[in-house]
Every structure is written in C-alpha cells, then in structure tokens.
Nanobody
Framework: VQLQASGGGLVQAGGSLRLSCAAS????????MGWFRQAPGKEREFVAT????????NYADSVKGRFTISRNNAKRTVDLQMDSLKREDTAVYYC??????????????????WGQGTLVTVSS
C-alpha cells in the first residue's frame, strides 16, 4: 500500500487542522492505520491509531481529548482532526499502515508502510 499524507500547515496555538492520508494499492480494510509525529531533535512518537473496522481507537496521552482519528474505508482514507493545538504539537506527522491485523498498535516498529510526512507548525 502507498500512503500520501496532506493537510499540514501553519496554525496559531488554540487553532485546528485536519490531516488526511490517502491509501492506494492493497485492500485498505486489511490495514490498521496510525499517525505518528517527529519533532525537531526528537524521536518519532505515537499519536493515534485506529483498527481496521474503525471501531477501536487509541491515543497518546498528550493528544487525548484534542485529536480525533477516523477512517473511511470506502474512500481509503484516514484522517486526524487536531483541535486546541499547542506549540508542542509542532512536528512532521506521518501516517502509517500495519498489515494483517485487526488490532490497533501504538508501536511504530509494527507498521510496515509509511507516508512521506506533512509538517504541522503551531505558533504562539
């Protein structure tokens, strides 16, 4: 599967952005999807994940209550709605796909497919 992320940009603290990841190739419902991010000088970290059916979701504590992950299996997309953004949310955001399991995962090493990343910059 190939992944293409979009929707990043510059936003003021307290604002919102919606990231989208479009998948091509492969059967989309065979993949657990996740969002990860990497801030300058830091390691990549888990943000959110959603299982193949879209019923089960999991979030990093740092974004819980502010971010919402969703997927549309018919359109082959997974979105990340980001509200109440903070400066510390500034990072390159990556969507990722994990094949062959219906359970979500917080572990980057379990994802075999990655998009190119989209930059989110939150200003004060």
């Amino acid at each position: 599967v190939q992944l293409q992320a979009s929707g990043g940009g510059l936003v003021q603290a307290g604002g919102s952005l919606r990231l989208s990841c479009a998948a091509s190739g492969g059967a989309f419902t065979n993949y657990v999807m996740g969002w990860f991010r990497q801030a300058p000088g830091k390691e990549r970290e888990f943000v959110a994940t959603i299982n193949s059916s879209g019923v089960r979701k999991n979030y990093a504590d740092s974004v819980k209550g502010r971010f919402t992950i969703s997927r549309n299996n018919a359109k082959r997309t997974v979105d990340l709605q980001m509200d109440s953004l903070k400066r510390e949310d500034t990072a390159v955001y990556y969507c990722a796909a994990r094949y062959g399991s219906s359970f979500y995962s917080r572990e980057a090493r379990e994802y075999g497919y990655w998009g190119q990343g989209t930059l989110v910059t939150v200003s004060s």
